[in-house]
């Protein structure tokens, strides 16, 4: 029941900016977080940010001050606004649910992910 669908993405070049959107449906928010993860090529999944029910939000060292997470209560949306994008960003972003500590084994939902590439 539970639905996760990312929008966003896209090419920039470096110091550009993008605004990744993701609609949830079916999802009970509660005492864990709703975040965003990336996988670039050949690289592992990691933990971009994530955000609490109550607005708790934790992010990786790698894009502190660059990118901000947000959700919009009355579009029951999640946000990740993204400035200053490097060459490093590039990947594919993933919107998740249910987990902590922007630890990828944690989250219970997944969406299909939004490709956000950023040329040098």
């Known amino acids: 029941q539970v639905q996760l669908v990312e929008s966003g993405g896209g090419s920039v070049q470096a110091g550009g900016s993008l605004r990744l959107s993701c609609a949830a449906s079916?999802?009970?928010?509660?005492?864990?977080?709703m975040g965003w993860f990336r996988q670039g090529t050949g690289k592992e999944r990691e933990g971009v940010a994530e955000?609490?029910?109550?607005?708790?939000?934790r992010y990786a060292d790698s894009v502190k001050g660059r990118f901000t997470i947000s959700q919009d209560k009355a579009k029951k949306s999640l946000y990740l606004q993204m400035n200053s994008l490097k060459p490093e960003d590039t990947a594919m972003y993933y919107c998740?649910?249910?987990?902590?500590?922007?630890?990828?084994?944690?989250?219970?939902?997944w969406g299909q992910g939004t490709q956000v590439t950023v040329s040098s």
């Open positions: 998740a649910a249910g987990g902590l500590l922007l630890r990828a084994g944690t989250y219970d939902y």
């Open positions: 079916g999802y009970t928010w509660s005492s864990n977080y």
């Open positions: 955000i609490s029910a109550g607005g708790v939000t």
